[in-house]
Nanobody, 124 residues
Framework: QVQLVESGGGLVQAEGSLRLSCAAS????????MGWFRQAPGKEREFVAA????????TYADSVKGRFTISRDNAKNTVYLQMNSLKPEDTAVYYC?????????????????WGQGTQVTVSS
């Protein structure tokens, strides 16, 4: 089992920044690729970004490329999502997730463990 707890969400004005954190406990954190997803009201959960177990590979959704950066600190069992130039359409509940293995999945069904989510609201 891997337990995931997100933090860092909140209310921010458009063009502002937030940094989300996801703290992991349980099994060896470095054995897992980590991803961030988001879900807005009335919409399906969508992929945002993911990072390999080593941190050497990253992938992003087109909608956030160039604005968001995913990173991880395996010594601290934590994954981060730095969000810059935020837009109102970024408003959603953001979830981190863990996927066992060495590649970086983009589909939510490939992630075995999920956090509870943290709300991000961007005002115009």
């Amino acid at each position: 089992q891997v337990q995931l707890v997100e933090s860092g969400g909140g209310l921010v004005q458009a063009e502002g920044s937030l940094r989300l954190s996801c703290a992991a406990s349980g099994r060896t954190f470095s054995n897992y690729a980590m991803g961030w997803f988001r879900q807005a009201p009335g919409k399906e959960r969508e992929f945002v970004a993911a990072i390999s177990w080593s941190g050497n590979s990253r992938t992003y959704a087109d909608s956030v490329k160039g604005r968001f950066t995913i990173s991880r600190d395996n010594a601290k069992n934590t994954v981060y999502l730095q969000m810059n130039s935020l837009k109102p359409e970024d408003t959603a509940v953001y979830y981190c997730a863990a996927s066992p293995g060495y590649y970086i999945p983009r589909g939510p069904k490939e992630y075995a463990y999920w956090g509870q989510g943290t709300q991000v609201t961007v005002s115009s």
